[in-house]
């Protein structure tokens, strides 16, 4: 009985030293810009709501994007050689369907975002994809079904 309570102790002293896991949400109206990663400040500049200036600020503060990429992205244009931060800022929302293309072992080449025109300020309706390998635009093309 000893052996087991000494146990029980040593399993509680061990959990109470453990760090506590950290959460992968990211909550826009507490986060700490300053500390924020690239992609989730595009994503917010994106979505055109709460906090989109202070994310602009950030980013622009951090040289992410050039004058002619803020200008394409203000657009709502995105280019091939664009990175996906940028379609994020510029098209954030309305992802209709993400497509994905790997090769045989199961690494990704490609993924395919396609975004509607009806809800998203996308060039072409009623659907534009856009392409990304390695983080950069290859192409942005009409789409006529999902």
């Known amino acids: 009985m000893k052996a087991y309570l000494v146990a029980a102790i040593a399993v509680a002293l061990a959990a109470c030293s453990l760090a506590p896991s950290q959460t992968t949400n990211f909550d826009v109206n507490s986060a700490n810009f300053a500390t924020a990663p690239?992609?989730?400040?595009?994503?917010?500049?994106?979505?055109?709501?709460?906090?989109?200036?202070?994310?602009?600020?950030?980013?622009?503060?951090?040289?992410?994007?050039?004058?002619?990429?803020?200008a394409n992205i203000d657009a709502h244009k995105v280019l091939p050689g664009?990175?996906?931060?940028?379609?994020?800022?510029?098209?954030?929302?309305?992802?209709?369907?993400?497509?994905?293309?790997?090769?045989?072992?199961?690494?990704?080449?490609?993924?395919?975002?396609?975004?509607?025109?009806?809800?998203?300020?996308?060039?072409?309706?009623?659907y534009t994809q856009v392409t990304i390998q390695n983080g950069v635009v290859v192409s942005v093309s009409q789409r006529s079904k999902l």
């Not at 055109?48 to 202070?54: D, I, T």
């Not at 209709?96 to 072409?124: F, H």
């Open 38 to 70: 690239n992609e989730k400040l595009c994503s917010v500049y994106g979505f055109h709501a709460n906090r989109s200036g202070e994310a602009r600020a950030e980013l622009t503060k951090r040289g992410v994007f050039t004058p002619k990429d803020w």
């Open 82 to 126: 664009m990175s996906e931060c940028a379609v994020n800022a510029a098209y954030f929302v309305g992802v209709a369907k993400v497509e994905g293309v790997a090769d045989a072992s199961g690494k990704p080449i490609s993924r395919t975002l396609i975004y509607a025109c009806d809800n998203s300020p996308v060039p072409n309706c009623p």
